[in-house]
């Protein structure tokens, strides 16, 4: 007879199964962030103004992304959803980062699958600064001037994690 009883077999078994810790992707993805070339122009009623009050992202900036496969194999990754997140890092005279702080629904999200063959690039949209967990947070810009950014990435696709940093991008804003 085993000397491992249940008791010990199924915490055991346990353990293993969500306590190790999670595969890292294969490094071959690379992102670069795109930022808009021209000055964005807003006006003083598209301005955030920070607090707990404060509705809406900044519509008139939009951002792309590019996630670039250099391997030699396809690589799926999950985007969108709760599999993945995006978060933004903004540096400016006008810079808010403006946390989600509601409600949220329980329900697990499923994003969709992306699968980016070898030596092929997949491209996204963030709009309005949209950011964090299904892109509930945001940043607000209060101020014209240049403004840098760094994206991180984030996905998950069984047991494996991808976590991608971007290129600094720049822009400009003008209040009009």
């Not at 992102?31 to 992202?57: H, I, M, Y």
Request: proline share 5%.
């Amino acid at each position: 007879m085993c000397s491992m009883s249940m008791k010990t077999l199924i915490p055991s078994f346990l353990f293993v199964l969500f306590a190790s810790p999670l595969g890292m992707a294969d490094s071959s993805l690379k992102l670069q962030l795109f930022a808009p070339k021209e000055p964005v122009t807003l006006s003083k009623a598209d301005l955030v103004k920070a607090g707990t009050g404060a509705k809406g992202p900044v519509e008139g900036i939009t951002l792309r992304y590019r996630i670039t496969n250099t391997g030699k194999q396809a690589i799926e990754i999950r985007h969108g959803g709760d599999e993945s997140t995006n978060s933004l890092s903004i540096q400016g005279p006008g810079a808010i980062n403006i946390p989600y702080r509601g409600p949220m629904t329980l329900d697990y999200r499923i994003g969709e699958k992306v699968t980016i063959s070898a030596g092929e690039s997949k491209e996204f949209e963030i709009r309005g600064l949209a950011h964090g967990i299904r892109n509930m947070s945001r940043w607000s810009i209060t101020k014209a001037g240049d403004y840098k950014v760094v994206m991180k990435f984030n996905s998950r696709t069984g047991r494996k994690r991808t976590k991608l940093k971007s290129n600094t991008a720049q822009f400009s804003v003008v209040i009009e």
